[in-house]
Each structure stands twice: as C-alpha cells, then as structure tokens.
T-cell receptor, first 111, second 113 residues
Framework: GENVEQHPSTLSVQEGDSAVIKCTYS??????FPWYKQELGKGPQLIID?????GEKKDQRIAVTLNKTAKHFSLHITETQPEDSAVYFC??????????FGTGTSLTVIP | NAGVTQTPKFRVLKTGQSMTLLCAQD?????MYWYRQDPGMGLRLIHY???????AKGEVPDGYNVSRLKKQNFLLGLESAAPSQTSVYFC????????????FGPGTRLTVT
C-alpha cells in the first residue's frame, strides 16, 4: 500500500515568517494530494489540495507544490499569523478512494 | 445543514464490552469513511463505503465491523473492545466523483480500560 512520510513533526515560526511542511509518498499511482488543518478538539479540515496533473496551486497565503518524479509535495504558508497555529496533515490518494495520511506537523506561530 | 455528526462524543468501555459509533451526514454524500487517530500516527483508515449497502476494508480493519444500511449513516462496531482500540475516531464523507474533498465529523474519544 501507500506510505506517506511527513516532516517536520513540530515547527515554530515567528509571526510574519513563512512555514514549509514536506511530505513524500511511495505509490506512483497516487494522483490526489490534500492538506488538512486540525485545530484542538476538532476534526481535520481541508485547506488546499492538488492533483497530479498540476505542479503548483496557490490560495492566498497558502500554496502547495508537487514533484511527481521525486514523489514529494510541500505546503507553504506565507505571512504566518497566530491563527495558523494547528496540526497540519498531508495525505495521498488514488482517485479519492482510500486516503493515506502523514503523521502530522504541529505548527506554532509565535506572536 | 449539520454536515457530519458523530455520536457519542466520549465513551469509556471495559475490555470485552461492545459498542457502536454512529456517523450521520446530511450532504447526500456517497462515500463515507471511518478513521482512527493515535498520537504520532496521523489518521488511519479503518473501513469505508462507496455507497449505500457497500463496505470495504481500509488499512487497519481488524477488530471493527461496519454497516451502511442507509446512505446518510455509517456505523462502526467494536464487538469485543481491547485497550489497543483506545483512540479518537473520526468519520468523514465526500461526494462521488470529484472534487475529492472529505468533510470530517468532530470525533469520538474512546477509552478502553
């Protein structure tokens, strides 16, 4: 099956700085890569996703890049704010059936 | 529009007891999923369903059973609970076809003593 690795497990940044979280996957047939944000005591919420036919996608301060050859994808958050503090998960899926998640990154934005 | 709801929110079981977790969605989604979340391990798929009356095994199905008798409900059963099943359980749903966005419920925290 698919194996998704995520780094780092914890990340602290100063408010206004950028944060980058990286994931690798093992199954070259995976074609959908979402990123989820989970706040304390809540379920994960999709913040951005990318399909394998696209190399980069941006939504305001959040961007995701995908390198299919190297089988890795990254989440970039610019101009971080305290409300960005949460746990972030990457995932990989083949056509939206089963989803395989990374182990999560706890992001702390220091005011 | 409540989205995805889970019942109960918390539960404590003794080893060997059984229980059923209920997931309900009001978005007319075809796909439904059950995950468990353990510290340092992310979310792992237990079982999923691609439509009413269907179920399929995920990554960690052992010790769990599921049923999808109605499109809006997905039940997760533990027949004989074990301490290793102490976890937070999340249900999710999504529409058929694209986009593949999953909508998650608020979770059920289960402790087995």
């Amino acid at each position: 099956g698919e194996n998704v690795e995520q780094h780092p497990s914890t990340l602290s940044v100063q408010e206004g700085d950028s944060a980058v979280i990286k994931c690798t996957y093992s199954d070259s047939a995976s074609n959908y890569f979402p990123w989820y944000k989970q706040e304390l005591g809540k379920g994960p919420q999709l913040i951005i996703d990318i399909r394998s036919n696209v190399g980069e996608k941006k939504d305001q301060r959040i961007a995701v890049t995908l390198n299919k050859t190297a089988k890795h994808f990254s989440l970039h958050i610019t101009e971080t704010q305290p409300e960005d503090s949460a746990v972030y998960f990457c995932a990989a899926s083949k056509a939206g059936n089963q989803f395989y998640f990374g182990t999560g990154t706890s992001l702390t934005v220091i005011p | 529009n409540a989205g995805v709801t889970q019942t109960p929110k918390f539960r404590v079981l003794k080893t060997g007891q059984s229980m059923t977790l209920l997931c309900a969605q009001d978005m007319n989604h075809e796909y439904m999923y059950w995950y468990r979340q353990d510290p340092g391990m992310g979310l792992r798929l237990i079982h999923y369903s691609v439509g009413e009356g269907t179920t399929a095994k995920g990554e960690v199905p052992d010790g769990y059973n599921v049923s999808r008798l109605k499109k809006q409900n997905f039940l997760l059963g533990l027949e004989s609970a074990a301490p290793s099943q102490t976890s937070v359980y999340f249900c999710a749903s999504r529409r058929a076809g694209g986009p593949y966005e999953q909508y998650f419920g608020p979770g059920t925290r289960l402790t087995v003593t």
